[in-house]
């Protein structure tokens, strides 16, 4: 028997068992999927995330211990997803994180079928590490109930605090709960640079990196507010090869 022109290593987290049995066979009926993982609440699914690869999961909102947007904010590395929910206004949250589709429940072979053909097409187009592709013009983020596309060249830095992140630019403040982690994936890499656990800066600002007595590292950012941040030990060698 020849195997299928394209096979996806496949996790699903879902903590229903009758909708986790329903996405067991349904996934066990194509081919194209290689079912390689389960999950029954948030923190077995970050574990096997940070343990493991996966082409596709089917990753469940509501979770116990951990949400499904609450798994995402914690990877370095988001796989495609195509998200399960009883709630459609989640729809939202789910296409910020670059979902390729949605199953609200309940869902049908059918409808499961039809996620399963979006989602070979976009990764076949996109190749292996698209997901981790920026958009040319653009951050494109979720403020409140508004999108904003934020060019690139107006960003100065990027900061984080608690369980939501801060664009700056010269005009305007933007508060989004993305983790930096994910943000950071959407950046330009030769634009965007970490310095600190808390910090991302646009390299395009950078002025300076000066040292104190103590061996502490600041770098000084040419915004109007003439910024200073400082620079974590493990960060400097990089921002040094830059300058």
Known sequence: MSQPAQELKILIVEDEAPTRELLVNY?????????????KDGLEALNSLQTNWYDLVFLDI??????????????????????????RDKAIEAFEFGAIDYLLKPFSRERFNKAVDRALEFIGKQGAESQNAF?????????????????????????????????????????????????????????FLRIFKQFVINLEYLIRLQSDSTGNY???LKDEEETQLPVGRKYISKIKELL
């Open 27 to 39: 996934c066990l009926s194509r081919s194209e999927l290689k079912l390689t993982g389960l999950a």
């Open 135 to 191: 958009n040319e013009h653009g951050l494109f983020i979720l403020e409140k109930e508004n999108y904003f596309l934020i060019p690139y060249k107006d960003i100065v830095y990027i900061s984080s605090r608690d369980n939501f992140s801060i664009i700056h630019t010269e005009s305007k403040e933007y508060v989004t709960y993305k983790s930096l982690k994910a943000l950071e994936t959407k950046l330009p890499p030769r634009q």
């Open 218 to 220: 600041t770098v000084f």
């Open 62 to 87: 509501n979770l116990p211990k951990l949400s499904g947007l609450e798994v995402l904010e914690k990877l370095e590395k988001i796989p495609y997803i195509v998200f399960i929910t009883s709630l």
